[in-house]
């Protein structure tokens, strides 16, 4: 499903929605008298190029065609889809829908971003409106919430869907939908603490970011306390927090009252939403997620990723051997695969991890590459001799085959738990300059101390499976 | 660091703190008057063994020992750590907190999980105690929240951190510190909206979990706005929301005056926080975030994963061509590392994208895969020939080298933006049957679809590169 797609306002949100639309293979007709309308969505666009495509793992539909327009019927004309990004000011509103109704095609979903306003409110002068309100990044972030007309939310979701997201039907009408009354919530009593010096900005993000931040990007509020409610279940959390209800934990007072059938109706939503799970399972869950998003943000250094890097660089390093043992590791959940089995590509990370390892051995370290030298590696063999499963811990050990001038040839031998070789991986790696991308030879301390490792490992045996091709043989054992 | 930890109080929060202090390395000694207390603690044993280790490169340090006692003063001894987890109720808590005070020994720190009271309340009837309020699962997430004496407080944040944890010292004593103000305002609104009928339980965690969460699980809410006011900043932001707040959008309505002061405040304190990075610096560092969090989801197929693998089938394959495109897809940020290219492991990553691929092609699919067969890796030889940037797209063809039998020998060619070949990677799979995990042959199906494929692919030239060993030559560029 594709078409045209009518952008009225071009901000922040209305660029975003461009975005996404043309990136999904629309074409897109943006409508701004902001003289500078074209620029802020030339920027928006060249995040949204680096970030949507990301993450998927084939490549999106060809781009569609985008255009800016002064007059507004021409943006519209043939448009299947109108978002109305404007300001949050009822009357702004009124006054472009009135144009939108009347300007666009009479089957278009005319659509409002607006975070406040009821499609009632909105169309209060006869346009004919619904919301449909995004969250920023939008081309990023999957959550719409729908508000409005049944059949024109239902044939929305459609479209919605097909462009990635998530269209969230509300089908009581309030003012600031969902999502927006618990982030006005957070806002206010936000303000507050701020207000009452209890914290600064930094200190109120980081209490989101290092704790029930993380959990709400897997698991929403009632899922995730269902968990803390244990076996006892959701009932048994009210039981126990309900009374919090009546203390002065927050400056918002004004406190719905946790009678027998509000306790009812929650236990049986969540029963609905969640109790095709048990508690195990739910926590496996989550547990799993944590980890995923946790490792995610040590990549990226950021937040509780970073507590994780920092931690991690206090633990000591394994004693000197001949050769070095240059991993020592548990088997993360994130580097399983479809067959129930450490996928073959984590073996080469594993191996990439051990040259780094054996990189700072002879020198090459952290502080050597920020100095323009490095190694790249030019080819890795790995043979696959073992299955390994996750939660299990693996070590390698990393013996130097030959390092004379520009070229580093070693041969990592990745055991398993029992201390059986799992795999091995022979790889050949060149030093290079940073700064021209091309092999050069290393700085003459690394080539004394693999001069060094070099003399040590003369005496261990040559390993049998290095130099060799692969070739089809007949073959038992499996693993990869 | 390590030492001795007395948890007294071991249900879901006394066990995650069991769990913490054992897996880095401290003996644990466990009080608690629960004849259950054993099994619960394991669990959560169980759990936090999984989850905790693979967060980290490195494997932890052995683990310490851990005891149960009926006896306080025999768990107390020796102590260096003392964590209160009891029920919430001051009483309780007093009782409690008068014999750990006398019992433990002088220099240990005493602290309180209690996620409400402050530590005067706890200590009105003299115990020496500060809080330590954790997150579940403790074991996972970083955020402790530390309030009371200032020199004790810091002697804490000490032990935490070398348990991996981020102490966030909040200077002011307040009912429920801060993090539990912000989750008290979203539970007291989502009480609201579940009793309104507005949305279930689930909607609401939906609401949470494909928009705001993904946000604050990697930036909280401030910064978050910060990035939102755009080039504009942080006073544009608050003058463009501030009059939200007179507007009835929660029902949490005793609400601050933000007044000229106190946009001030928010303003110099945003500043302090994020000023040192530009909005489009922020704004690359959230995307980069969401990309990495979002594919970690969908490695899970959980939440806003789930909607991205979903749209992602939506997805036309590539014409069938011979060889046929087995990957065409943008590089995550994902794929990088610290030499500012796609990672050596990325290739193999991506190589095994594409022999999955060419096993749906030959019928080896997920329905096949779930009756119990599949291919195995038996070796992976990457020649590596380009360097390759994120963003880039690169796609992947698949040459059937030989398949008779149960083995499957692939020949991947790799190609960057311009279509130059910056990889090759030759495969060897064999057949396997998932129930014993050994070598089988493939359906007749397949292998008919096999033979077929071999027919097209006969007339193809073999590869140089194919059949070859690693062999260390002059060499001049550099990849990988």
Same mark, same amino acid.
């Given at each position: 499903?594709?078409?045209?797609?009518?952008?009225?306002?071009?901000?922040?949100?209305?660029?975003?929605?461009?975005?996404?639309?043309?990136?999904?293979?629309?074409?897109?007709?943006?409508?701004?008298?902001?003289?500078?309308?074209?620029?802020?969505?030339?920027?928006?666009?060249?995040?949204?190029?680096?970030?949507?495509?990301?993450?998927?793992?084939?490549?999106?539909?060809?781009?569609?065609?985008?255009?800016?327009?002064?007059?507004?019927?021409?943006?519209?004309?043939?448009?299947?889809?109108?978002?109305?990004?404007?300001?949050?000011?009822?009357?702004?509103?009124?006054?472009?829908?009135?144009?939108?109704?009347?300007?666009?095609?009479?089957?278009?979903?005319?659509?409002?971003?607006?975070?406040?306003?009821?499609?009632?409110?909105?169309?209060?002068?006869?346009?004919?409106?619904?919301?449909?309100?995004?969250?920023?990044?939008?081309?990023?972030?999957?959550?719409?919430?729908?508000?409005?007309?049944?059949?024109?939310?239902?044939?929305?979701?459609?479209?919605?869907?097909?462009?990635?997201?998530? *269209?969230?039907?509300?089908?009581?009408?309030?003012? &600031?939908?969902?999502?927006?009354?618990?982030?006005?919530?957070?806002?206010?009593?936000?303000?507050?603490?701020?207000?009452?010096?209890?914290?600064?900005?930094?200190?109120?993000?980081?209490?989101?970011?290092?704790?029930?931040?993380?959990?709400?990007?897997?698991?929403?509020?009632?899922?995730?306390?269902?968990?803390?409610?244990?076996? #006892?279940?959701?009932?048994?959390?009210?039981?126990?927090?309900? !009374?919090?209800?009546?203390?002065?934990?927050?400056?918002?007072?004004?406190?719905?009252?946790?009678?027998?059938?509000?306790?009812?109706?929650?236990?049986?939503?969540?029963?609905?939403?969640?109790?095709?799970?048990?508690?195990?399972?739910?926590?496996?869950?989550?547990?799993?997620?944590?980890?995923?998003?946790?490792?995610?943000?040590?990549?990226?250094?950021?937040?509780?990723?970073?507590?994780?890097?920092?931690?991690? &660089?206090?633990?000591?390093?394994?004693?000197?051997?001949?050769? *070095?043992?240059?991993?020592?590791?548990?088997? *993360?959940?994130?580097?399983?695969?479809?067959?129930?089995?450490?996928?073959?590509?984590?073996?080469?990370?594993? #191996?990439?991890?051990?040259?780094?390892?054996?990189?700072?051995?002879?020198?090459?370290?952290?502080?050597?590459?920020?100095?323009?030298?490095?190694?790249?590696?030019?080819?890795?063999?790995?043979?696959?001799? &073992?299955?390994?499963?996750?939660?299990?811990?693996?070590?390698?050990?990393?013996?130097?085959?030959?390092?004379?001038?520009?070229?580093?040839?070693?041969?990592?031998?990745?055991?398993?738990?029992?201390?059986?070789?799992? #795999?091995?991986?022979?790889?050949?790696?060149?030093?290079?300059?940073?700064?021209?991308?091309?092999?050069?030879? !290393?700085?003459?301390?690394?080539?004394?101390?693999? &001069?060094?490792?070099?003399?040590?490992?003369?005496?261990?045996?040559? !390993?049998?499976?290095?130099?060799?091709?692969?070739?089809?043989?007949?073959?038992?054992?499996?693993?990869?």
């Amino acid at each position: 499903m594709s078409g045209k797609a009518a952008i009225v306002g071009s901000g922040v949100i209305g660029s975003g929605w461009a975005a996404r639309f043309l990136l999904n293979g629309w074409d897109v007709a943006v409508f701004d008298p902001d003289p500078d309308a074209q620029r802020k969505t030339a920027e928006v666009l060249d995040n949204a190029r680096r970030a949507l495509p990301a993450l998927y793992n084939k490549s999106l539909p060809p781009e569609g065609t985008l255009s800016f327009h002064t007059d507004l019927g021409e943006a519209l004309s043939g448009a299947s889809w109108v978002q109305e990004s404007g300001p949050e000011q009822l009357a702004v509103k009124h006054a472009i829908h009135r144009d939108l109704s009347r300007l666009a095609p009479a089957d278009a979903v005319i659509a409002s971003s607006t975070s406040g306003f009821t499609p009632s409110a909105l169309a209060s002068e006869g346009a004919r409106v619904i919301a449909a309100h995004p969250f920023n990044p939008v081309y990023l972030l999957p959550l719409v919430e729908l508000v409005g007309d049944g059949p024109t939310c239902a044939r929305a979701a459609e479209h919605l869907r097909s462009v990635g997201m998530f *269209p969230l039907i509300v089908r009581k009408e309030i003012d &600031a939908h969902v999502a927006d009354r618990l982030l006005e919530a957070v806002w206010r009593e936000a303000l507050w603490l701020v207000r009452d010096g209890i914290c600064t900005t930094e200190e109120l993000d980081e209490a989101i970011r290092m704790g029930f931040g993380l959990r709400w990007a897997q698991m929403g509020l009632f899922e995730t306390y269902r968990i803390a409610g244990g076996e #006892a279940g959701m009932r048994h959390f009210l039981a126990q927090f309900g !009374p919090a209800l009546k203390w002065p934990w927050t400056r918002l007072t004004d406190v719905p009252e946790l009678d027998d059938a509000l306790v009812g109706l929650i236990s049986e939503q969540s029963d609905a939403q969640s109790g095709h799970l048990s508690i195990r399972a739910l926590e496996r869950q989550r547990d799993d997620n944590l980890v995923a998003i946790l490792r995610a943000l040590r990549r990226s250094n950021s937040g509780a990723g970073k507590v994780i890097a920092t931690h991690e &660089a206090t633990f000591p390093e394994p004693s000197p051997a001949t050769p *070095p043992v240059t991993v020592r590791r548990q088997i *993360p959940q994130t580097w399983a695969d479809y067959n129930g089995h450490m996928n073959e590509a984590a073996y080469l990370g594993a #191996a990439s991890e051990a040259s780094d390892r054996f990189m700072a051995l002879i020198g090459c370290d952290e502080a050597y590459i920020a100095q323009g030298g490095s190694y790249f590696t030019l080819e890795s063999h790995v043979q696959y001799l &073992a299955e390994l499963r996750v939660g299990e811990l693996i070590t390698i050990t990393t013996q130097l085959l030959s390092g004379k001038g520009k070229t580093l040839h070693l041969f990592h031998r990745l055991n398993g738990p029992d201390g059986e070789t799992a #795999a091995t991986i022979e790889t050949l790696l060149v030093h290079v300059d940073l700064r021209t991308r091309r092999s050069a030879p !290393p700085s003459e301390r690394v080539a004394a101390l693999i &001069a060094e490792t070099a003399m040590a490992h003369a005496a261990l045996p040559a !390993p049998a499976a290095a130099g060799r091709g692969i070739a089809v043989r007949t073959s038992s054992a499996g693993a990869g």
